[in-house]
């Protein structure tokens, strides 16, 4: 009979290959150097996350205009003030500055936000975002980006070059959930709609489709939805979903990755971290796998009550692949119970996760505290395949890291729905 290895031996090859094996990180807000201002890193910007905007404003109870009325500078050192040296930073987002100080060799100790300032202002952008890839050990980072944002939309049209690190990816939302404004902003883009959503404004949509697709080489097409999203109905959605984005996208053999359950600006005044969540229809999403079996669909859902419904779907539909844990989900005690969970649901046929990061630095964070609890949630199912007599080989363990991290995207990117 085989020898089984020891438990600290299957650890021990857990823990070399969720550190070492590098990661595609399916969702992110990054951009490369040379998209200037939409890149963004550094502790100022750090600092300023919309997360930990939220969080300040909670305690610094200025009015929120006095709060957009300072500069990037200013409002950095009043949530340093206010989270990290009047109260303790052990919120997830506060933590994750503080790592991301730890690993790049700073005296996290000191306090001294100035002191980090002259380190990042000795930095370039070249070459710290090669910095951050190595010490994240993040392999490729997939954007979003966005036509209707007009920055964006004015470096695409110059044709910018994108470092093969970077995949893009088109997002649409207000395709969606933007009619009928939408219409004019087709239309001052040289695109012939009308609010009617007649066969002609359908064609055009799809031009615009094919055109962004083509100029971004964008490896998917991507939407955030709100709770009240259903599938199918009588709304615009629905009829651009159907007759404009699934064409296109089995054309092109893309997924459609649809981020179900974001309730956008229940306060305003909080401007990007004015977002909320709310428990979403999964049974829409299920009949979106089930009506269009030659499509196929990332998805990730934003409220706690939708995860176990959503890993019971992933298990009916192989068109789907389940991603990440999103957002308000993005806390070690989430992500511990939802890693658990998919994996006692679906075994190594899912995405763990992705950073979602807008900061280029937080990938640092943001990987290291999933990595940390990937790897408890492993050790604990090898353990328990182990005491059933499972003979556990490190290749297997490998290659359990390599589809999370990266396989199970990159070959469902591939595979053509049959
Ligand atoms: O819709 C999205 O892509 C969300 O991830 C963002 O809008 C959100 O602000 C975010 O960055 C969450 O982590
Ligand atoms: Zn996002």
């Not at 300072?70 to 009043?78: F, H, V, W, Y």
């Not at 999403?285 to 995860?307: D, G, I």
């Not at 604990?380 to 359990?400: N, Y």
Request: with cysteine; proline share 6%; aromatic share 10%.
């Amino acid at each position: 009979m085989a020898e089984a290895p020891a438990v600290s031996q299957v650890n021990q090859w857990i823990d070399d290959a969720v550190q070492s094996t590098p990661i595609v990180d399916l969702h992110t807000h990054l951009y490369p150097p040379n998209f200037g201002p939409l890149m963004l890193w550094g502790i100022d910007e750090l600092v300023t996350y919309h997360y930990l905007i939220a969080e300040t404003l909670r305690i610094a109870t200025i009015p929120y205009e006095q709060y957009w009325a300072m500069t990037q500078k200013q409002q950095a050192e009043l949530i340093w003030k206010t989270l990290f040296v009047e109260h303790a930073p052990i919120s997830e987002a506060c933590r994750g500055v503080l790592t991301v100080l730890q690993r790049l060799g700073l005296d996290v100790a000191s306090a001294n936000l100035n002191q980090f300032r002259d380190f990042f202002h000795s930095q370039t952008s070249e070459q710290y975002l090669d910095k951050v890839m190595k010490l994240a050990n993040v392999r490729t980072l997939v954007m979003t980006n966005d036509p209707f944002e007009s920055v964006e939309r004015e470096i695409w049209l110059n044709n910018p070059r994108v470092d093969p690190r970077f995949k893009a990816v088109l997002r649409i939302d207000p395709l969606l959930v933007g009619w009928p404004r939408v219409a004019d902003v087709l239309t001052d883009h040289g695109y012939k709609v009308s609010t009617d959503l007649g066969a002609n404004t359908m064609k055009e949509i799809r031009r615009f489709l094919s055109d962004w697709l083509d100029r971004m080489k964008g490896i998917y097409i991507a939407c955030s939805l709100p709770p009240s999203w259903r599938y199918p109905d009588d709304s615009p959605a629905t009829k651009v979903i159907n007759e404009a984005i699934l064409p296109i996208a089995r054309e092109r053999n893309l997924p459609f990755a649809t981020m179900i359950g974001v309730n956008k600006l229940v306060n305003p005044s909080l401007r990007l971290a004015g977002d909320s969540v709310a428990k979403a229809d999964a049974r829409s999403f299920e009949r979106l796998c089930a009506q269009n079996p030659k499509n196929k669909f990332l998805v990730t859902m934003l409220s706690r009550e939708n995860q176990h419904e959503l890993a019971v779907a992933s298990r009916k539909f192989r068109n789907m692949l389940l991603f990440g844990c999103w957002w308000f989900m993005n806390n070690p005690i989430l992500i511990n119970e939802i890693t658990r969970m998919r994996m006692e649901l679906l075994g190594t046929s899912f995405v763990p996760q992705h950073s979602d990061a807008r900061i280029l630095d937080q990938i640092i964070y943001k990987w290291d505290h999933s990595r940390a609890i990937i790897a408890q949630v492993l050790k604990d199912k090898f353990q328990d395949i182990a005491s059933a007599g499972w003979a556990i080989t490190r290749q297997q363990v490998q290659t359990t890291v390599s589809d999370y991290f990266a396989g199970n995207f990159e070959r469902f990117l591939q595979w053509t729905p049959n």
